[in-house]
């Protein structure tokens, strides 16, 4: 049994190990310091890179992270803290994990009938927002477990000290709990990064530098890794298939680094 056990753990690596040393000997070859500031090239021009669209992940997932980290540590508390054990609390966990079971191209059609049909234009907005429902279910769930795993004993003593029990919960029980909640923010950002089936419908691509924020920029198309991966790997053009791994590599670099991170914090947490 111990063999099987190892040689079926073997199996389910040679996926990820393939993955990953393919597109590390395919993407090293043509990466470069320089792609990281300037734009995508036309077809058959050498030189160009990702600059755009790097910046573009940035700006989504970040806005993706001020939308849905509030909301899901709001959530997590008041189901950890204040409606645990309740009927409410059953439901909410439930449509929880069904929005995680949700097929990330109908969260982007939905966002594409909220938003960019009701302004007229994809944007960064409009990806944020999409990306910000994908990881909504991830922080609810790792954040609300995060909390309820804070002994009780912290509560108790807290609240015989003459602390209300929101005292207890901001500055006793959610500080416990912070690094096992990051771990649930990083791997809810790992995910929104490689996403690209919400981004298409919402943030769509752009060849060009967006505006400064100042400026309107949220509210134009924005480009970003993984559309510019799924645009280029499938043209004619070697520059710009070259500049697709180069781009799939810095992709994959990223997510695996948060999920390292988010693995070592959990670690300590332990």
Request: charged share 10%.
């Amino acid at each position: 049994m111990s063999g099987i056990v190892i040689l079926c753990a073997v199996i389910a690596l040679i996926p990820l190990i393939a993955v990953l040393s393919y597109v590390l000997i395919q993407g090293f070859a043509y990466l470069r310091l320089d792609l990281f500031f300037k734009l995508p090239p036309p077809p058959l021009v050498k030189g160009g890179g990702f600059g755009n669209a790097f910046v573009g992940t940035l700006l989504t997932v970040g806005l993706a992270s001020l939308i849905s980290i509030p909301f899901g540590m709001m959530a997590a508390i008041f189901l950890a803290e204040f409606a645990r054990d309740t009927k409410l609390a059953y439901w909410v966990n439930f449509f929880t994990n069904v929005l995680s079971g949700v097929p990330s191209i109908v969260i982007g059609v939905f966002i594409y009938a909220l938003i960019v049909i009701r302004t007229g234009t994809f944007s960064a907005v409009a990806g944020g927002t999409a990306l910000a429902v994908l990881m909504l279910p991830t922080i609810v769930r790792t954040a609300t477990q995060a909390l309820e795993a804070v002994p009780m004993d912290y509560r108790q003593a807290a609240i015989g000290l003459g602390a209300t029990r929101i005292q207890t919960t901001l500055q006793i029980v959610l500080p416990a709990a912070v690094p096992a909640i990051l771990t649930g923010v990083m791997l809810g950002i790992a995910r929104a990064a490689g996403e690209t089936a919400p981004v298409l419908f919402t943030a769509l691509f752009n060849q060009f530098w967006n505006r400064p924020i100042w400026q309107g920029g949220l509210w134009e198309p924005t480009a970003t890794m993984s559309m510019l991966v799924y645009n280029f790997s499938t043209v004619p053009y070697e520059n710009q298939q070259q500049l697709a791994w180069a781009g799939a590599l810095v992709l994959v670099t990223l997510v695996l680094v948060i999920s390292i991170v988010a693995r070592i914090l959990t670690q300590r947490r332990r």
